[in-house]
Nanobody, 121 residues
Framework: QVQLVESGGGLVQAGGSLRLSCAASGSIFGINDMDWFRQAPGKQRELVAT???????IYADSVKGRFTISKDNAKNAVYLQMNSLKPEDTAVYYC???????????????WGQGTQVTVSS
């Protein structure tokens, strides 16, 4: 089985920075896209950023210019550098990965358990 474990959340003042990490472990024979989502209280989960297998990145308009997604293929990890944080960035942040669990099998989607980010004004 595969596990995705996030870390790096916490409480920060507006204008501050945090760096989230997500490491995948288990039976991994390849990783396709990896993403960061977030879910604020009372709101739907929304896509924040994606990094493709080829290294291309996509961002939600609300975080463009402030957040940077990156990955380390050797560590099966994805990161989210968050700068100039705003109170509206407060949410539980989840990583998601499309992982191949056998040598020639399909890619399956796995989610992390989430990490809380709170930005105070």
């Amino acid at each position: 089985q595969v596990q995705l474990v996030e870390s790096g959340g916490g409480l920060v003042q507006a204008g501050g920075s945090l760096r989230l990490s997500c490491a995948a472990s288990g039976s991994i024979f390849g990783i396709n896209d990896m993403d960061w989502f977030r879910q604020a209280p009372g709101k739907q989960r929304e896509l924040v950023a994606t990094v493709t297998s080829g290294g291309s990145t996509i961002y939600a308009d609300s975080v463009k210019g402030r957040f940077t997604i990156s990955k380390d293929n050797a560590k099966n990890a994805v990161y989210l550098q968050m700068n100039s944080l705003k109170p509206e960035d407060t949410a539980v942040y989840y990583c998601r990965g499309a992982v191949r669990t056998t040598t020639k099998g399909a890619f399956y989607v796995f989610w992390g358990q989430g990490t809380q980010v709170t930005v105070s004004s």
